[in-house]
Every structure is written in structure tokens, then in C-alpha cells.
């Protein structure tokens, strides 16, 4: 007995001692970690090397705001958000600068994880593009499918490119609403409205269970408004001729048969693109265009964030004092 006590209490002894042999391990490990952080953040250089030839991959990631949602469960430092945003101001100082620099020969537009934005907010990217343009460099865009929204930026490029067994869906533009007059009377719920004048719709979920004739014709009116912009945009953009984009949507059926159904080719016969490529095609044109990074095994490239970095850090450098006008976005 007395053997067996001491055998466990070396037992016990021993696993003390290793754990604790551990414990300053571990701490040592996580000390000199610290230090080799705090290092690499003193001795880091914001700089990044560009090629000298190279085309700018402006890749949109999530909804395009003026100010970026903030939240408890977001965080800059742990590099998190709610969800993916892009600073519109972002997008157009970054097209901007590159206009006038010599590394940029093209801008490619990569709109696959593009999400939601304003006409008001696109309106001013494709101003922005438009203005590039004007330094003799060439924009493209490639996809494998383009939204509404996407093809509103997509149709500034000298060459827009399209996936063999892709699309561009255009739907037009609607305002639809939920209605709640049945469901509050199954929940004897009383609702008491008072409203003067005829174009009022603000409570008409409450108190019908469909769009009134007043309101079909109030929002009718400013929707086409903004359509009517949208497909003239477009066909200038495009060289089509007036109506050419709503005979595109109103007639979809009936041109979906003349093309077997292939929608693809349904774009590229009413020119909203120029040609049907591959990932492969389109990335071979653009080696033979600003030439090919051997490591990467792509083209010569300069991503968004990094640009956008670069200019902004190189703004910083420049500037001559610090009483500047500052926005704020309320």
C-alpha cells in the first residue's frame, strides 16, 4: 500500500511537471510570436510592385454604397463585416487614376460578385468609365452570365464578352408590395386610415389587397422614366437602334425559338455583346494584350484592393498639409 501511494504521487508529480515544462513552452512560443508580429508591422512597406504592363481587374465585391454598413459584429481590425460592400468613391478613384498611368494598358471588369446598387450610384461608374476611355485604353468585360444591373456597367466596354452557354437577363424595371387587408380582418384587427387626395398610397397595404389604378399610374410614370433612360444608355452605349432592348425582353419567347433556346446566342444576335468566349479564350487575348505573369500562371494583372491601396497610401505621401475638406455622409 504504501508502495502504490507513492507510485501515484510520483505519477501526479511527473505529469505536474511536464505540464507545467508545457505551459512555458507554449507561452515561449507565443511571446516570440507577438514579437515577430510586432515586427513585421514596424518593418512593413505598404508599397507593392506593379508590372509595367499590366491590365487592372476591377472586381466588385457586393453591394456598391457611399458609406460602408458598421455594425457590433463587424470589425476593421479582424478584417470583418456584416457583408460584402464596395465604396462607390472607391471604385471611381481608382478609375480615375488609372487613366493617366502607364503600367494600366486595360481595364477588365469582373462583375460576378457584384450585388445591388442604385441607378443614380452606376450612372456615376459609368461616367467615371467613360472618362477613361478617353486615354485611348480599351475596357473589357467578360461573364458568364450578366444581370441587369451588371450589364448597365458591362455595356461601357470596347469588348464584351460572353459566355458560350451564358446570358444577359433584362426584366425591366417594378415596384412590388405586400398587401394586408385580408389578413388584418382574419386577425380582427382595426385599422383606422384618414387620407385626403387621390394619389395617396402609402397605406394601401393596409387597407386593400391589390395596387390601386391611382397608384399602377403614379408609379408607372417615374418607373418609365428611369427605363427609358436605361435602354437609351444602352443602345447608345451599344449602337442599337431605339426599342432594339425592349424588343429584346417583350419578345423573349418567340426569339428564344428562332435560336433553339440558346440564349447566348440570343444576346449576341441582338448585338448586346460583341462575341461568345470562354474564360480561356478571353484570357489568351488578354496575355497577347499586356502579357502573362509566369509564377501566377495568369495574365499581368493589378487587382482593385491593391491598387486602391497603393493610391491611396501614395495620396497620403503627397499631401501637403492636413486642412483639408472632409465629407461626411449622414
Given at each position: 500500500?504504501?508502495?502504490?501511494?507513492?507510485?501515484?504521487?510520483?505519477?501526479?508529480?511527473?505529469?505536474?511537471?511536464?505540464?507545467?515544462?508545457?505551459?512555458?513552452?507554449?507561452?515561449?512560443?507565443?511571446?516570440?510570436?507577438?514579437?515577430?508580429?510586432?515586427?513585421?508591422?514596424?518593418f512593413y512597406d505598404g508599397k507593392k510592385d506593379f508590372p509595367d504592363k499590366a491590365a487592372l481587374l476591377l472586381a466588385l465585391q457586393g453591394d456598391i454604397v457611399i458609406q460602408k454598413t458598421e455594425s457590433m459584429l463587424s470589425s476593421r481590425l479582424m478584417g470583418e463585416a456584416t457583408r460584402e460592400e464596395t465604396l462607390l468613391k472607391d471604385i471611381i478613384d481608382v478609375i480615375d487614376h488609372a487613366k493617366d498611368d502607364q503600367r494600366v494598358q486595360a481595364l477588365v471588369l469582373n462583375l460576378h460578385?457584384?450585388?445591388?446598387?442604385?441607378?443614380?450610384?452606376?450612372?456615376?461608374?459609368?461616367?467615371?468609365?467613360?472618362?477613361?476611355?478617353?486615354?485611348?485604353?480599351?475596357?473589357?468585360?467578360?461573364?458568364?452570365?450578366?444581370?441587369?444591373?451588371?450589364y448597365d456597367l458591362a455595356?461601357?466596354?470596347?469588348h464584351l464578352y460572353l459566355h458560350p452557354m451564358g446570358g444577359v437577363a433584362?426584366?425591366?424595371?417594378?415596384?412590388?408590395?405586400?398587401?394586408?387587408?385580408?389578413?388584418?380582418?382574419?386577425l380582427m384587427i382595426?385599422?383606422?386610415?384618414?387620407?385626403?387626395?387621390?394619389?395617396?398610397?402609402?397605406?394601401?397595404?393596409?387597407?386593400?389587397?391589390?395596387?390601386?389604378?391611382?397608384?399602377?399610374?403614379?408609379?408607372?410614370s417615374w418607373l418609365s422614366v428611369l427605363w427609358n433612360a436605361y435602354t437609351a444608355t444602352?443602345?447608345?452605349?451599344?449602337?442599337?437602334?431605339?426599342?432594339?432592348?425592349?424588343?429584346?425582353i417583350n419578345n423573349v419567347s418567340e426569339n428564344l425559338s428562332l435560336v433553339k433556346g440558346d440564349t447566348a446566342q440570343l444576346a449576341l444576335d441582338h448585338g448586346l455583346v460583341d462575341a461568345l468566349k470562354t474564360r480561356d479564350e478571353v484570357?489568351?487575348?488578354?496575355?497577347?494584350?499586356?502579357?502573362?505573369?509566369?509564377?501566377?500562371?495568369?495574365?499581368?494583372?493589378?487587382?482593385?484592393?491593391?491598387y486602391l491601396a497603393a493610391i491611396q497610401l501614395q495620396g497620403r505621401q503627397n499631401r501637403e498639409d492636413t486642412s483639408k475638406v472632409g465629407?461626411?455622409?449622414?
Open positions: 500500500m504504501k508502495y502504490f501511494v507513492k507510485a501515484i504521487r510520483w505519477l501526479i508529480s511527473g505529469f505536474w511537471q511536464g505540464l507545467t515544462v508545457c505551459r512555458a513552452i507554449v507561452g515561449n512560443l507565443i511571446f516570440l510570436a507577438l514579437i515577430a508580429a510586432f515586427l513585421a508591422i514596424f460578385d457584384m450585388g445591388n446598387a442604385a441607378t443614380s450610384k452606376l450612372a456615376d461608374i459609368g461616367e467615371a468609365l467613360k472618362r477613361f476611355k478617353t486615354g485611348g485604353k480599351p475596357i473589357y468585360a467578360s461573364a458568364d452570365y450578366y444581370g441587369q444591373q451588371q455595356a461601357h466596354a470596347d433584362l426584366t425591366g424595371f417594378g415596384i412590388y408590395r405586400n398587401y394586408f387587408k385580408s389578413a388584418l380582418e382574419k382595426q385599422f383606422h386610415a384618414f387620407r385626403v387626395g387621390t394619389y395617396k398610397s402609402a397605406l394601401e397595404p393596409f387597407l386593400r389587397d391589390d395596387m390601386s389604378a391611382y397608384a399602377k399610374e403614379a408609379n408607372l444602352i443602345a447608345e452605349l451599344r449602337g442599337l437602334p431605339p426599342g432594339a432592348v425592349d424588343d429584346y484570357r489568351e487575348e488578354l496575355i497577347a494584350l499586356v502579357g502573362e505573369d509566369a509564377e501566377e500562371m495568369a495574365i499581368n494583372q493589378i487587382q482593385f484592393d491593391d465629407v461626411i455622409v449622414a
